[in-house]
C-alpha cells in the first residue's frame, strides 16, 4: 500500500487505512534511533529541504534529524536568511527550490494554506510543517502513534483536548485525525478560545476542564500563547492557570491510567503544573521521540519507495 | 585542460576556454541531479565552507545542494551568527577557517573586493558569490550555460541586458563573460542607473528599451532594488514598470524565439511581468537548475582533480 | 584509558591524566584534516546537536567541522531560531532534544552553568563550548595541545595571561588546566579586571604587563569586550591598548622562543598589535587548526568507543 497523495498538507487529506499505514512504518522507524549507529541508507542521494518561515527547534531539529537517519541530505533555509526578505513570492520561492531538483519540502509557514500554495505549484511532495491556525498534521500522526503505543488502539479511546482551541493547529489536526479513527474528542477552555464552529466538528464542548477530564483516556493540553492576553482573549495568566491549568489536584478526577500529552514547548505552571508534566501519567517527551519516528515514516512513504 | 586560478572571483579572469571547460564540465554535472540518487563521491572528506554575509536563498542553496550532491562537507556561516558581530576583520575571519583546513570558501559579500582580500590572504580556493555591486561570475557562467544549452553557441549571439546596470553585479559579470565569448551585448534601462563608463565597456546603449529588446536573442531582465527608489534614482515603481518593465505587449517587438533571463528574486509587475515571466519564452527556472550544474562543476574543477 | 564524567564541563573535573588522554587522542586526530580526504568513519551514525545560544563563528563552525570529519550527523541549533524565544526552560529544551536520541550536545550559554543544567538533567554526554565568565574548557584543552606541541611539555612551563581576568572564561579555564599540569601561571591587567579570589586561584599577580612578559615562556592575550569600556572598567581603547597591549617594542622584553596565543577574534590595536599578531611568535592560528583536532579528539571519546 501507498500513500494516495503526493504531499501531506492536512489530516483530512488522509484514509484511516493510510494514517495506520504511516503509523506501522513509523513503528520500524522507531527502531533505528535506537541503534548504536542510527542510520540507514534508504534516502541515500536525496535532498530534503527544510522551508521554515517561523521559528521553531522541535520541528525543525526533529524533521532534519529523521532526514539524516534515512541518509537524505537535509537543507535548512529559515525566513530570516531567505529571500522573503526580499519580497519574493512563496510561489516564486517554491518554483526556484524546485528547479534545483529536490525530493521533498518540508514547509512551516505563519499563513494558513501556504503549504497548499506551494503543494499545488509543485511537482515534488510537500509536507506541511505546521501552518498558521489551519493544520499541522505531523503533530496529529506522532500524537495518534503515541497514544496508540500506549493503548494498543484509537478507536473508542476518549480524548480531552483542553486549551486555546481556536488558534490551535494542533488541535484541528487531531481532532480530525482522532475522529477519524474512531476516537471520541472533547473539547473544553475558555469561552473565549473556542470556535464557534465546534459542533460541525462533531466533537462535544465541556466548559469545566473538571468534567471534560473525567473518564478521558488521554488529556492533550495546548500551549497557551502568552500573547494572547494582550488581546483579551484570557484576564491573567495566574486565573488561567488556576482556571484551565492541568494540576495534581485536578488529575485526581481523571482515570488512574490516565495519559498526559502537550505539543511543546511548555509553559510550565501556566496550561501545566511541572508536577505533572514530569509525572507519571506524562507522554510528553514520547511524543518527542515518536516524532522523529514518524516523520522518517513520512519522509519514506513520500520519497523512498 | 584545468583552471589557471585558484579562485574565481572575476569573470575577467577567465580566459575563454576556461569559460567553455567550466561549461563543458556543468554538462557532464547536471545528468547527475536528474538521476534517482543524486549524488556521487567525487568530494568526499572535502569541506566546503559558505560564508554569506548578505542574505540568500537560491545562491547559497545552490552551492549548498552543488556541493552535498558532490558528497562534500559543507558549511553554513550567516553574517547574523559570525564573529564579525564581534568586530573580527574579514582577513582574521578567512585566516581562522583556513586554519581548520578546508578545501573551499564561497564567499558573498556587501564589499566589492571583499572575495578578493579573502583570495588573496589565503591558499584556499575562494568563489565569488557576488560581492557589491562588482561581480557575480557563476551567475554570470550559469547564464551563459543556459543560453548555449538554447541557441547552442554564445558567439553571435545578441543579449539586451534591462534595468539597473550602474548597481548590478550580474550585469557586469554577463557583460565580460558575452563579450569575451563573441555575443554582443546592449545595454538598456533609466539614464539615473547607467554607468558613466558604458563605452569604456565596448557595449551599446539603447535608452528605449523597445528599440533595445527588436532582434535580440535574449534578453536579460535585472532585478530592480526597490529601496533604491528612496534615493531618487527612480520616481515610482508603476512609471519604472510602465518604462522598463518587460509586458506582453512589449515583447511583441522581440524575436519570435527570444529567450527571457532574469537573476531573480523576481519583483513581479516591475521589472517583469507575471505573464511574461511564466510565459514560453522565459528561461529563468532553468537558470536555476543550470546554477546547481555550474557550481557543482566550479567545485570539481577547483577542488576536485 | 577512559574520560570518567560522562561530559566535559569544566578543567577542574578532569584529572591530569584525562587531559593527557585529549591531548594524545587529539594528535592522531589532527592527521585526518591534513589529509586529502578528511574524513573517518569512527562517528557514522552518531548525532551531535550544536545547541548554541550565543553568536559564534569559530568554536560553532570548529565542533561541526570536528563531527563531520568523524562522519557524525551534526544539527546546528541557534538560539535565534529556538524555542527559547517562547519561553522554554533550559531544561525542558535538553529533555525535548534527548528525547531524539542524540548522542552528544554542544552547548553555549550566555549563563554561566547552564551547560551544567543540561548534563544533570539529561543521560547524553554534554560539552561546554562556553558558559558566561564561568569556563571555555575545550578552548584551555586546545591551548595546551597548542603550548605542548611546541615546547614539548606543559611542567614547568610559565604562562603569562594579560587582560580582563575577571570576566574571562578563557583565563579561568586555562588557570585550572595549566595548574594541574605543572604550570606556572601569572596574570596581568588593569587592577578593575582582576578577580577578588585571584590568590586562592595560586596564581601571581603582576600589574605591570612588561614585567609579567619577562622570562614567561607563552604570553596568553586575552580579547578585550570593547562594551566593557561602557562600564568604566577601562577608560579608552587608546589607554588600554598603551598599558596593556602587546606591541612589538613590549615584546622586546620577552624570552627569545617566547610563544604568544590568543582565543581570537582578535581586536587589532587593542590587546595586540597586528606585527604582533602576524609575527613570527604568534601561535594563534595553531591555536584553531588545533581546536579542530581537540573537538574531534572530545568526540571520540565521549561517545567513540
Not at 296 to 303: G, P, Q, R
Request: proline share 6%.
Amino acid at each position: 500500500m501507498e500513500l494516495r497523495n503526493k504531499d501531506l498538507l492536512a489530516i483530512r487529506d488522509l484514509s484511516p487505512e493510510e494514517i495506520l499505514l504511516i503509523l506501522d512504518t513509523a513503528e520500524s522507524m522507531k527502531e533505528i534511533s535506537t541503534r548504536d549507529i542510527k542510520k540507514v541508507p534508504t534516502l541515500r542521494g536525496k535532498t530534503v529541504i527544510n522551508l521554515f518561515y517561523e521559528p521553531s527547534t522541535r520541528t525543525r531539529t526533529s524533521f532534519e534529524i529523521a532526514g539524516k537517519r534515512l541518509s537524505a541530505d537535509v537543507i535548512n533555509i529559515s525566513s530570516a536568511t531567505s529571500s522573503t526578505t526580499k519580497g519574493e513570492t512563496l510561489k516564486d520561492t517554491g518554483r526556484n527550490l524546485q528547479a534545483m531538483n529536490p525530493d521533498l519540502i518540508v514547509i512551516r509557514h505563519a499563513a494558513a494554506g501556504a503549504p497548499k500554495i506551494l503543494a499545488d505549484a509543485l511537482p515534488v511532495p510537500v509536507i506541511n510543517a505546521g501552518d498558521g491556525a489551519h493544520e499541522h498534521p505531523t503533530q496529529a500522526l506522532l500524537d495518534a502513534f503515541t497514544i496508540r503505543e500506549k493503548k494498543k488502539t484509537l478507536a473508542g479511546i476518549t480524548v480531552a483536548i483542553i486549551g486555546d482551541i481556536t488558534h490551535s493547529r494542533v488541535a484541528r489536526s487531531n481532532i480530525a485525525l482522532l475522529q477519524k479513527m474512531g476516537a471520541e474528542v472533547r473539547l473544553s477552555g475558555p469561552y473565549t478560545m473556542v470556535p464557534p464552529y465546534i459542533e460541525a466538528l462533531g466533537v462535544s464542548f465541556i466548559p469545566d476542564i473538571g468534567e471534560a477530564i473525567r473518564d478521558a483516556d488521554v488529556i492533550m493540553m495546548l500551549r497557551i500563547q502568552l500573547e494572547r492576553q494582550q488581546h483579551g482573549l484570557f484576564p491573567t495568566v495566574r486565573e488561567y492557570a488556576r482556571f484551565f491549568g492541568l494540576n495534581r489536584e485536578r488529575l485526581q478526577r481523571a482515570k488512574p491510567d490516565v495519559l498526559i500529552m502537550h505539543p511543546g514547548p511548555l509553559n510550565r505552571g501556566v496550561e501545566i503544573s511541572p508536577d505533572v508534566a514530569d509525572g507519571p501519567y506524562s507522554i510528553i517527551l514520547d511524543q518527542v521521540t515518536n516524532g522523529v519516528a514518524v516523520r522518517m515514516a513520512l519522509l519514506y512513504l513520500l520519497i523512498g519507495k
